[in-house]
């Protein structure tokens, strides 16, 4: 059965903390690993990985997978109380009939407070 | 574009009621989802189509029926709501093909049953 699991799953940080949050998973036929942030409503985009070791970046946003330990991080630096969200992480599988879906963990909720 | 766009926002039943949630998506995707959020499991899938005419079940599709009714439509059925179906609703839609497995979501339904 696939599975992506999600630690910790809620962290209450203050304005200025850098934060790390951490994504494993055990599925067939990986392909890639997505990172979604979700405030309100719904789930916006932040990155896509397929390849190990490279790291994107987006701003105070980055993240980084390690296929070989199956497993991604996504780091905020100088948190602000607006990155307050749930953090969800996602597998994409290949092949068969996977056609695209999607997997998700169960979410990390971030609470920065001024 | 209104990107993906889905009705009712919220939704109160009875249980053994029933409804269909509409979703549409103006981005000439070829699949479609439907995914249901609780508390602390994160999203999980109910039912994809990877394309027009084309339907397959998900993580957790008892109790729920699709029709994918052209490329931009995909609805979802309930025919006896249950309370265990109370729960948040996303649409998503996607390319669902290689390398590009980021879907977009929509608002949300918040969906209650009695």
């Known amino acids: 059965e696939d599975k992506v699991v999600q630690s910790p799953l809620s962290l209450v940080v203050h304005e200025g903390d850098t934060v790390t949050l951490n994504c494993s998973y055990e599925v067939t036929n990986f392909r890639s690993l997505l990172w979604y942030k979700q405030e309100k409503k719904a789930p916006t985009f932040l990155f896509m990985l397929t390849s190990s070791g490279i790291e994107k970046k987006s701003g105070r946003l980055s993240s980084i997978l390690d296929k070989k330990e199956l497993f991604s991080i996504l780091n905020i630096t100088a948190t602000q109380t607006g990155d307050s969200a749930i953090y969800l992480c996602a597998v994409g599988h290949a092949g068969g009939t996977s056609y695209g879906k999607l997997t998700f963990g169960q979410g990390t909720i971030l609470t920065v407070h001024p | 574009n209104a990107g993906v766009t889905q009705t009712p926002k919220f939704q109160v039943l009875k249980t053994g009621q029933s409804m269909t949630l509409q979703c549409a998506q103006d981005?000439?995707?070829?699949?479609m989802y439907w995914y249901r959020q609780d508390p602390g499991m994160g999203l999980r899938l109910i039912y994809y189509?990877?394309?027009?005419?084309?339907?397959d079940k998900g993580e957790v599709p008892n109790g729920y029926n699709v029709s994918r009714l052209n490329k931009r439509e995909f609805s979802l059925r309930l025919e006896s709501a249950a309370p265990s179906q109370t729960s948040v609703y996303f649409c998503?839609?996607?390319?669902?093909?290689?390398?590009?497995?980021?879907?977009?979501f929509g608002p949300g339904t918040r969906l209650t049953v009695l």
């Open positions: 981005m000439n995707h070829n699949s």
């Open positions: 189509s990877a394309s027009e005419g084309t339907t």
């Open positions: 998503a839609s996607g390319w669902g093909s290689t390398l590009r497995d980021t879907q977009y």
